[in-house]
Every structure is written in structure tokens, then in C-alpha cells.
């Protein structure tokens, strides 16, 4: 006995009184006999050891051990406490009643599917960047081909801040920016805000959020663009899922496209939510228009690629049965919680 | 677009079935919106003849009708006063189902029995009745279908347009694209009752001169070429059936025979016209210029509007006709006493059409056209085939060849295709004998040129000007499906990911994990001076063209959307809300200045702190200040972000060491329900570009010593600066300093600490501990007057 020193019997009764303060109510018993038992108790020998210690050591040591009693006295007695009120008594438990819960919280609809979109992209090579909210009529508008004088650009109701300011329409203007800024091979994901001037309704919003893509490298081609629309649709969607190209018209592309996929509500059957048609709209596409390279200083002869973009708003709608978008601005508690994970 | 499935089906010479040609159409780049069925209810009417008229026995005003419905004479009780023997009217026998689902059943009316029904307009829905049934003017035999004598049965599409594509504004567009895809040709049907054929437009690049009316160009750049045709004699009427049948299909009203003929040019070959009433053209001239500044005209809707020198005017020797490609004006309207016609087909410049319908606040069917660009060739047949039918509907003749004032004539220059040029971009060998194909089908001419392709374009494809424009139309014709989807080896993009991204999502991490909900708000706000939020006064930036008062102005900051949540979940009785969002706030700078954008990251509190348990009964304990001021903490980690925390009217503002406002939390005064908890906020700015790069430290193998002090605070001193002291004079052996006791007695404030002592490499003596603690209280003692409370 005399060989072990006050320290390490000290640090003992500290690993005990760590596990006191968990312990449930027959270790706890245990526990206080370990500790304080008149005859074996650590905190007991301890005391009692103290005549066979110097007198300074002693003074140390007796006080250290005195604040350990006080200590170990009150964990016993919050601990005895709780018990008490965890249950009610020790025979009658209903193991049924409910635990104890925290808050949980989740991240909006319309980040998740964003986060998935944008996760898929990275996939296949896409880095995530972001640009301003306001932009100028050179970025959204004419370095991306669409001249302000021609009805192409009424397909954007745009809000204006002064003449030649707005805020951005889609997020197209991060691919110039993107191009202006680096060489290929480039391949961007960009998630952000968007605004058009349209009211409220179940289905608009003056305020939305898009994902926008762009892939420039050589020798990039059509057939390239659809595998990697195709890829996305079968991993965001489910590996099952038809992919359809149309063609369509967008000012930056050619060729243009819209891509469907088979409707998620109905396999492809037909139902109300796509119309009778089976198929669902989920972006505009196409291969990015060498006019856009040469605004941005890429040599269209040597460099190709393509471009996309979706409405995460619309696809949550989709994915999670959301009648109205306006449900997305409400910040509804009701509606949040529903998308704890 | 509304098209009709008959016009299509006349165009391609082939009968076209619904569901396919939208099909078709949405795969060549036109998805069809609706389809609506006209009159398809009348299959089952067919045309009788009524033999005999005779009293009904029982009625005076009923009649018992011997028809012949072309199998056998039946007798059916008619009421209508306008029946006679001896002429056909739309029949529906016994079983028939009429417009509106009314089965037809054989019944005794007053006592005779009644076979069947004579139709009036309405019954078949067919429009207003005139006289009792409805009257036909045909001579087929009796049995014939109703709907093979009145082809008012038919489909109409509706059909999406892009803006690049003024050709499919027009049924023969329409058919083009689809005859392309189907291999058929397209041909205009012919004029019922056309006889002859018309004279070809004389062409000058100075006046011209047709049936007496002169006609000049002074804005060539607004109206490049100007056509006119002059028929004399005409007779201003209603139109034939056949072509009021074919306006009703695509919804257009018929208003005369004059009218309606130039609207069916437009409908068909997509070339708005106009025609103007010679006698009231004042001296027998057009002139093609400039507006005046403030001229006015009063135009066909009988509004008067007032021109300036950017718009094309059309007029005579004194004044302003028509607004050129918009609309024409009053003074010439074509009515029923006009007897010469003076026909116009002209192409206005797009851009000048677009500026001027902005400026006047008008679009019409021509103005739309004309801004998309309308077929500068093919002016010359859209307007004989215009005359021929006027002549053919409305009589009438052509006193010469009309005029072609064409000053400058444009040559479009031929495109390069090179057939590796289209592999290359389309990433699959197209052999050139089917490019050709496709090109030639669309009606662009092909000739190759030193292995290359030149390609001409076609008046009506003005959206075709470079190579990619026509390896989109080879791709588009091939079909996109035909394309194989395969993914290669991909090079890495040299473009790093924004770090902002990483940082907001480590925050969402954080925060859900926090219990809080992320939220997303519109992104505009009210107008704020000094927003408190944005700390500087920073002003508002409006918007010039808002969509409602409410939201004129963008955002100062995210905490006012979030307050409106709170509100707006109180409303439905939510008592417990957490909520969370990250965006983008705006600042002005200045007039016609880009607004500063900020990330910002906030957050509200209210209501329960935690779920309640049966275990605590009692009150919820609610969120108060300390919560929030925890978030904060939370929030400026995350968002990067480090400064100052001071205390102003009740909250907590954070600054950078300049003094530059970075985010706040406290309390948030609103007036909730009586039952609402208390609200409180944060918001911080989220610094960009921030990399939280966690390093490792060795996990200590000595034991600690804590030491559990109580301090006696006098009245000034704060917790901070104590730790200050604390953390000072503990040195390296101290390792964490928290407080975790706060109690006040007879106007003392102690407050307690845990100290927590450690050596990384060797156990420490209660006596180490004791020298550091002893630093410790001296300083707090000397410098802040601070001393022990003694248990
Ligand atoms: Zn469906």
C-alpha cells in the first residue's frame, strides 16, 4: 500500500467521480461504496494515510482530498436527483415513454437539391463558383449574344436598377466572367439567385435560384453534351430514367436544346403534372455559340462546349410533390421541418 | 401561334393526325402548348333533304317534315318557321349525339312521332341561328357528312415559337419544317374559284407608279423595299366560307372580304399586309419616310398617337396613313363603300419596328412579325397570291403590275459549311450526301466549293447567318435522339472552386445541427436610411422598375425577412422557430453606380430552448439573450470573421478593429401574441474566401489540476476583463478558463471560475498550480480590485 503514492490515488477517485456522474442507480451504489466505504473506499485510505505523510505534503494532500470529498458528495446527490426524476421508481419503468429529443434543424428544399445537382456536376470534373447578384447589361445580356434589340431578349423581364444595371435574369453571366478570367479546359457549376420580373403565382417568382453550367475544352461535342446531361438526369432522377433532347432556341447555344426526363410522377405514362406528354422539362442546353467564346476571348475554331441550366425551385417542386412555389419564400415552420433528414 | 391542322394538312397535301404533327413539331423545335378540337362533335351530322312540307296534325306552329337521309325518307317534326321543301339541312338522326352531349332519342311530339332532328347554327354550335334551322348552300346529295360540305371540323395547335424563328409565324413555316422532316414537298393549296393568274410586281430602285398612285421611299433604312398593288372595282363583303372557316380555326374574326384576305396572307405566308382604300389617299400618293416629330395619326383602333423621326410613316401627299409595319390609320381604312384597293407589302426594319412599338406602347400581329423578320424574296409571291384572292372573293382588277420600289437590293452572301466542321462539333460523321439533304429540305440551296459547302439562305430564315446555325438545322433534322450519348475521358477545369461555398455550407452544417431551419426570403426589402444592420447609413438601393411598392427596394439585410417569418409563423400558431438563411444584401452607392453586394449570414430565436420531456414538467425554459449571443459566436466562426463584441442599446455589435460594423445579436422587439416568446436575432457579414484550416495538437498525457475560484467583481468590472488577466497571468500551464457561476449578495457580484491547469509534459504539483494562481490574484487584486471570495 505504502508504495502508491497520493497522486495516483487521487487521480482514481477522479476516474471514479467521472463515471459517477453517469452512472445509473446500481453502479452508483457501487460507486459510493468504492469511494467513500469506510473500510476499502479510495477517498477513505487516502485519509487515512495522511499521518504517514510529511507534514507539508500532508497539509496538501488533505486539503485536495477534503475538496474531493465536498465535490463527490454533491455529484452523488445531482446524480441521486436525477435518477429520481428519470424514473419515478426503480420497479415501475414504462420503457415506452418517449426519450428526450434535441431541436433538429435542415437545410432548405431548394439548397438540397442545389447540393445534389451541384455534387453530381463535381462528378464529373465541375467546380462550384458563384458571381454578383447584380450584373450589367454587357454580362447578362450581350456578351452571351442576346443583343438588347432583339425580341430574344423579352424571353428576360428584367428588373432594372439604373440604365445599363439590373439584377441578373439567369446566371449565364458567371460563364463569361469564368471565360474572361480562365483557360480551358473549364467546367463550372454555378448556383445562385436569379430575378424576373414576374409576380407571384403557385408557379413564378420574382425571385428564383438557377444552376447554371458550362464546359469549354477541345474537342467537346454534341454527343459529349447530351452523355453529360444524361449522366446527370440518371443520377439525379433514378438510372431508369428516359432522357429526351428537343431542340429549341437560346441565345449563347447552338445547337440548343431542351432536355426532358421521363415524369417522376407517372413513369412516362402520362399524367397532369407533365400534361399527358410523360416527359418533363428540366433544362434549356445546348453547345455554347461561338459568338460567346469570341466575346470572351476563346478561339471558337480550336475550343467547343455546352451549357446548361435548371430551376432548383421547379425541381424541388418536382422531386418533393410541392403544389406552389411560393411555399419556398414562406419560411413556414410546418413546411421546414418536413425536410429534417 | 395558333396553326390549324387543316391549313397544315392542305400545305403538305397529306391528312395530318393531331398527336403526331405535335410530336413532330416538338422535336423540330416548336412544341405544341394545347390542342383543341373544333367541331369534331359533328361527325355523326350529315346532310338532308326535305321532301315534303305538311301540317302537323296536332300544332299549328310545328311541322311534320317527310327527309330524305339518304337511305330513306323519314318523318321528323320540325318547329323552325324557315323550313321548306326541296332544300337541305344539317340532320342528326336518332342516336346522335349533338354539341353539348344531348343524345338524340326518338320521341312522340304531340302525339306524332318525330325521327331524328333538322338543326339550327347553335344546336351544332355553330354560332347564332338566323331564321329557324340552318340553311345549306350546297348541292351534295342527302347522306352526304355535314362536315364534308362545311369544313368548319378541325384542330387547332397551339404552337410555341422561339423568337429566331419568324418563319413558323406562318402555316407554310410550319409545314416547311414538318414537310422537311416528312419528306413531303409543300404547296400552297389553290383558291377555290381562282381564275388566271396575276401580273408579277415591276421592280425600280427609284418611284414607281401602279394603277395611278405613286409610291416613293424617302427611309430606306426603316422599309428597305416597298411593294404595291392597286385592284380596281372590288366589292367589299362578307368572306367565302371556306376562309372564314380558316380564321375561326386559328381564332381570328372575319371582317370583310378585304380585310380577311390580307389577314390570310399573314396566317399563311407570314407577310403582314395592309390595304388601304385608293379614294382616300389623298393625291394619289405613298410616300415612305420619317415621322415627324409630334405628327399624329389616328390608327385603325381609333386611338390618335403622336410619331417622332425614329418611326417609318406611311402617307400620302398631306399626311400620315398608317404607322409603317405597326398599324394602319383611320382616314384609309378599307370599308364597304371602297371600290379601289391599294395593297401594300412591305418589309420594315426589325429593330426600327421593335423601338417603335416600345415607343407607342402597341404590338400587333405585324409589328411581332415584322421585329422577327419577315421574308425580304418572298414578298413578290405573298402579294400576288393577296391579289389573286381579293380578285377571286371580292372581284375586281388589277389596272397593271404592281410596284416594287427596292432601292438598295441586298444580295445575301453564301455560308462555308465544312463537313468537318459539323463531325467536329456534333461528334459524329455525317456523310455529306445527307447534309445536302437536310439543308435542301429546308429550302437553303447547296453547291459545293472546294470542299466546302456553300449553303444560301432562304429569305425566311434571317436567323441562319453562320456555320453553327446550320449544323444546328442538320442536327435538328437528324433528330437529336439519333446523337449516341457517350461520356470521354474528361480533362480537370482549371477553375477552383469559389471557397464561399465550402463556407456556407460548413455554415448550414453548423446551424441545422443547432436546431434551426434554413429559411429563404425574397430579396427585396423596405427602404432603409440607416439601416441598423448594415451599421454605416447606408441608403437603400431602389429598383426602377418595380413590380409593386412593396418591393421597390432591394434588401439592407436578412434579419427583416426572417422577422416577417416569425410573423408569419405566429399567425399559425408556431410558438417555437429557428430559422436560419444565408444571402446576398445590397447597399447604393450611388445614381447609375453598381449597388456593394454582401453575403451576410442571420438567424432568429424564439420559444422553447429544447423539446419539451414529461421528465421536466413545468413551464418550457425559453431561449433568452445567451442563446443568441452563443449563435453569434457560432456565426462568426463560420462566417470567418473576428472583431470586437460591444455592447450598444441592448445588443451585442461586432467590429473589426477599424471600427467597420460586422454583424450584431440580441433581442428583437416585436409585438407578437399574447402566448409568443420572446424573439431574438443575429446577423454577421460572411467574409469570402476564408480557409478554416484545423491543426492537430498533441493530445496531452499528463493529468489536469482544475482549481474552482470565486471572484468578487466590484461594481465596472467585466468577465472579459478578468480573463484578459486570467488568461495572461495563467501563462502556458493554464489551459482553459471558463466561467460557470454567477451569484450576487447584498449589492456584490461574484462571479466563479474553473480553472483548468496542465503541463504537456509532466504531472503538475498542487504547489506549480498555486505560484500561477497566486500571479493570478495578485493582478486581478492590483489591477481591477478583483479579490477571492473564501468559501
Ligand atoms: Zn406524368
Redesign the interface.
Known amino acids: 500500500m505504502a508504495t502508491v503514492s497520493p497522486?495516483d490515488q487521487f487521480?482514481a477517485v477522479?476516474r471514479t467521480l467521472v463515471e459517477l456522474r453517469e452512472a445509473g442507480a446500481p453502479r452508483l451504489a457501487e460507486l459510493k461504496v468504492e469511494l467513500l466505504g469506510r473500510k476499502q473506499g479510495l477517498l477513505t485510505q487516502i485519509l487515512r494515510s495522511l499521518s504517514t505523510l510529511e507534514p507539508e505534503e500532508r497539509r496538501?494532500v488533505g486539503q485536495?482530498a477534503n475538496q474531493l470529498k465536498v465535490e463527490i458528495d454533491a455529484v452523488i446527490g445531482q446524480r441521486e436527483q436525477e435518477l429520481r426524476?428519470?424514473e419515478s421508481s426503480g420497479e415501475d419503468v414504462d420503457p415506452t415513454?418517449?426519450g428526450?429529443?434535441?431541436?433538429?434543424?435542415?437545410?432548405?428544399p431548394?439548397?438540397a437539391v442545389i447540393?445534389d445537382v451541384c455534387e453530381i456536376f463535381r462528378e464529373?470534373?465541375?467546380?462550384?463558383?458563384?458571381g454578383?447578384?447584380?450584373e450589367?447589361d454587357a454580362y447578362n445580356f450581350t456578351k452571351l449574344n442576346i443583343p438588347l434589340?432583339?425580341?430574344?431578349a423579352?424571353?428576360h423581364d428584367t428588373?432594372?436598377?439604373?440604365?445599363?444595371?439590373l439584377?441578373r435574369t439567369h446566371t449565364s453571366p458567371v460563364q463569361a466572367r469564368?471565360m474572361e478570367q480562365?483557360?480551358?479546359?473549364?467546367?463550372?457549376v454555378v448556383?445562385g439567385?436569379v430575378?424576373r420580373?414576374d409576380?407571384f403565382d403557385a408557379s413564378h417568382?420574382?425571385?428564383f435560384s438557377q444552376i447554371e453550367g458550362l464546359a469549354v475544352?477541345e474537342?467537346i461535342?454534341?454527343?459529349?453534351f447530351?452523355?453529360?446531361l444524361?449522366?446527370f438526369a440518371k443520377h439525379f432522377f433514378s438510372a431508369d430514367t428516359e432522357v429526351?433532347?428537343?431542340?429549341?432556341?437560346f441565345?449563347f447555344t447552338?445547337?440548343?436544346?431542351?432536355v426532358d426526363v421521363q415524369c417522376q410522377m407517372c413513369r412516362g405514362s402520362g399524367c397532369a403534372t407533365c400534361h399527358r406528354t410523360g416527359f418533363l422539362e428540366i433544362m434549356g442546353a445546348g453547345?455554347v455559340?461561338?459568338a460567346v467564346l469570341e466575346n470572351c476571348g476563346i478561339d471558337p475554331e480550336r475550343y467547343?462546349g455546352y451549357a446548361f441550366g435548371m430551376g432548383p425551385e421547379r425541381i424541388a417542386m418536382l422531386r418533393y410533390g410541392i403544389p406552389d412555389i411560393r411555399m419556398?419564400?414562406?419560411?413556414?415552420?410546418?413546411f421546414?421541418?418536413q425536410?429534417v433528414e | 401561334m395558333n396553326a390549324s391542322l387543316n391549313w397544315l394538312s392542305a400545305l403538305l397535301g397529306t391528312e395530318l393526325e393531331p398527336t403526331d404533327v405535335a410530336h413532330k413539331l416538338a422535336m423540330l423545335g416548336a412544341p405544341v402548348e394545347s390542342i383543341e378540337p373544333l367541331h369534331q362533335d359533328l361527325g355523326d351530322i350529315i346532310v338532308a333533304e326535305v321532301e315534303r312540307v305538311e301540317r302537323h296534325p296536332n300544332a299549328d306552329r310545328l311541322t311534320l317534315c317527310y327527309v330524305n337521309n339518304g337511305v330513306e325518307v323519314v318523318e321528323v317534326v320540325c318547329g323552325a318557321p324557315n323550313v321548306e321543301a326541296g332544300k337541305r339541312y344539317p340532320y342528326a338522326a336518332v342516336g346522335t349525339v349533338l354539341p353539348g352531349g344531348l343524345k338524340l332519342k326518338s320521341r312522340k311530339i304531340r302525339g306524332v312521332q318525330s325521327n331524328g332532328m333538322l338543326c339550327s347554327a347553335s344546336e351544332l354550335a355553330l354560332g347564332a341561328d338566323q331564321d329557324g334551322i340552318m340553311e345549306l348552300d350546297t348541292d351534295a346529295p342527302a347522306g352526304t357528312r355535314l362536315l364534308d360540305v362545311l369544313p368548319v371540323s378541325d384542330f387547332r395547335l397551339d404552337v410555341e415559337v422561339t423568337p429566331n424563328r419568324p418563319d413558323l409565324l406562318g402555316h407554310k413555316g410550319i409545314a416547311r419544317d414538318l414537310g422537311a422532316l416528312m419528306r413531303r414537298p409543300v404547296k400552297l393549296p389553290p383558291i377555290p374559284g381562282a381564275a388566271g393568274d396575276t401580273n408579277a410586281p415591276v421592280t425600280t430602285t427609284g418611284n414607281g407608279v401602279v394603277g395611278g398612285v405613286e409610291v416613293s421611299i424617302d427611309d430606306v433604312e426603316g422599309c428597305p423595299r416597298y411593294m404595291a398593288a392597286v385592284i380596281e372595282g372590288v366589292t367589299v363583303g362578307p368572306s367565302p366560307d371556306w376562309l372564314v372557316a380558316r380564321l375561326h380555326s386559328v381564332g381570328q374574326r372575319s371582317i370583310n372580304n378585304v380585310v380577311d384576305a390580307t389577314n390570310y396572307a399573314l396566317l399563311e405566308l407570314n407577310q403582314p399586309m395592309h390595304a388601304f382604300d385608293r379614294a382616300r389617299l389623298g393625291g394619289s400618293k405613298i410616300i415612305v419616310r420619317r415621322g415627324g416629330e409630334g405628327e399624329k395619326i389616328k390608327m385603325l383602333d381609333g386611338e390618335e398617337r403622336t410619331l417622332d423621326s425614329s418611326m417609318t410613316a406611311i402617307c400620302d401627299a398631306h399626311t400620315a396613313t398608317a404607322v409603317g409595319g405597326i398599324m394602319g390609320g383611320r382616314e384609309s381604312e378599307v370599308s364597304e363603300q371602297t371600290t379601289d384597293v391599294v395593297l401594300e407589302c412591305a418589309y420594315f426594319d426589325p429593330k426600327r419596328i421593335r423601338s417603335t412599338r416600345a415607343a407607342l406602347k402597341m404590338s400587333t400581329d405585324a409589328s411581332y412579325r415584322f421585329e422577327r423578320g419577315t421574308d425580304l424574296q418572298g414578298m413578290a409571291d405573298a402579294l400576288r397570291r393577296t391579289v389573286q384572292l381579293i380578285i377571286t372573293i371580292a372581284g375586281g382588277s388589277e389596272p397593271g403590275p404592281p410596284v416594287d420600289v427596292y432601292p438598295n437590293p441586298v444580295k445575301t452572301p453564301a455560308i462555308f459549311l465544312r463537313p468537318e466542321r459539323v463531325a467536329h462539333l456534333l461528334g459524329v460523321e455525317i456523310p455529306q450526301k445527307e447534309i445536302e439533304g437536310y439543308l435542301t429540305s429546308l429550302g437553303f440551296s447547296v453547291g459545293p466549293k472546294n470542299g466546302r459547302l456553300a449553303v444560301h439562305v432562304p429569305g425566311w430564315r434571317p436567323d441562319v447567318v453562320r456555320e453553327e446555325d446550320l449544323i444546328e438545322e442538320i442536327a435538328r433534322l437528324r433528330g437529336y435522339d439519333s446523337f449516341p450519348t457517350e461520356l470521354r475521358p474528361l480533362r480537370p477545369s482549371t477553375v477552383p472552386s469559389d471557397p464561399s461555398q465550402a463556407a456556407e455550407a460548413l455554415a448550414r452544417r453548423v446551424f441545422t445541427g443547432l436546431g434551426l431551419h434554413e429559411a429563404q426570403s425574397v430579396s427585396f426589402g423596405p427602404q432603409r436610411e440607416h439601416a441598423f444592420s448594415i451599421g454605416e447609413s447606408v441608403e437603400s438601393q431602389d429598383v426602377l422598375n418595380p413590380l409593386s411598392a412593396e418591393e421597390a427596394y432591394l434588401r439592407t439585410d436578412l434579419i427583416e425577412g426572417l422577422r416577417q417569418s416569425v410573423n408569419r409563423n405566429w399567425a399559425v400558431r408556431e410558438r417555437d422557430i429557428r430559422l436560419f438563411e444565408i444571402g446576398s444584401v445590397f447597399g447604393k452607392r450611388g445614381d447609375a453606380e453598381v449597388p456593394r453586394e454582401q453575403r451576410r449570414l442571420s438567424g432568429v430565436i424564439s420559444g422553447a430552448r429544447r423539446p419539451a420531456h414529461w421528465s421536466e414538467s413545468g413551464p418550457s425554459v425559453d431561449f433568452d439573450r445567451w442563446d443568441v449571443k452563443s449563435l453569434l459566436d457560432e456565426a462568426m466562426r463560420v462566417a470567418g470573421i473576428a472583431g470586437e463584441v460591444t455592447e450598444q442599446d441592448g445588443r451585442w455589435v461586432l467590429r473589426d478593429s477599424e471600427g467597420t460594423w460586422l454583424g450584431w445579436a440580441g433581442e428583437i422587439t416585436m409585438s407578437g401574441p399574447p402566448w409568443a416568446a420572446p424573439v431574438f436575432g443575429f446577423e454577421v457579414v460572411m467574409r469570402q474566401g476564408v480557409s478554416r484550416a484545423v491543426r492537430f495538437e498533441a493530445i496531452p498525457s499528463t493529468p489536469p489540476v482544475e482549481r474552482d475560484i470565486a471572484l468578487w467583481l466590484p461594481a465596472g468590472v467585466q468577465v472579459d476583463q478578468v480573463n484578459e488577466i486570467i488568461g495572461k497571468r495563467g501563462g502556458k500551464l493554464l489551459e482553459s478558463a471558463q466561467v460557470f457561476d454567477e451569484f450576487r449578495s447584498a449589492g456584490k457580484r461574484s462571479v466563479a471560475w474553473r480553472l483548468v491547469f496542465r503541463s504537456p509534459d509532466r504531472t503538475l504539483r498542487d504547489k506549480d498550480v498555486d505560484v500561477v494562481l497566486n500571479k493570478v490574484l495578485k493582478e486581478l487584486k492590483e489591477q481591477l480590485g478583483v479579490e477571492r471570495r473564501e468559501a
Not at chain 1, 434589340?149 to 430574344?152: I, K, L
Not at chain 1, 447552338?254 to 431542351?258: C, D, K, N, R, T
Request: proline share 13%.
Open positions: 497522486d487521480e477522479e496538501a485536495r426524476a428519470g415513454m418517449p428526450r429529443r434535441s431541436w433538429r434543424g435542415a437545410i432548405h431548394v439548397t447540393d464529373l470534373g465541375f467546380s462550384r463558383v458563384t454578383p447578384e447584380v450589367t434589340d432583339h425580341p430574344a423579352d424571353m428588373f432594372y436598377l439604373s440604365p445599363g444595371i439584377l469564368t480562365h483557360k480551358p479546359p473549364i467546367r463550372i448556383p439567385r430575378y420580373r409576380p417568382a420574382p425571385v475544352d474537342g461535342t454534341f454527343v459529349e447530351k452523355a453529360a444524361d449522366y429526351r433532347f428537343r431542340p429549341s432556341f441565345p447552338e445547337p440548343s436544346a431542351e453547345m455559340h461561338p467547343s419556398l419564400f414562406q419560411n413556414d415552420m410546418r421546414l421541418r425536410f
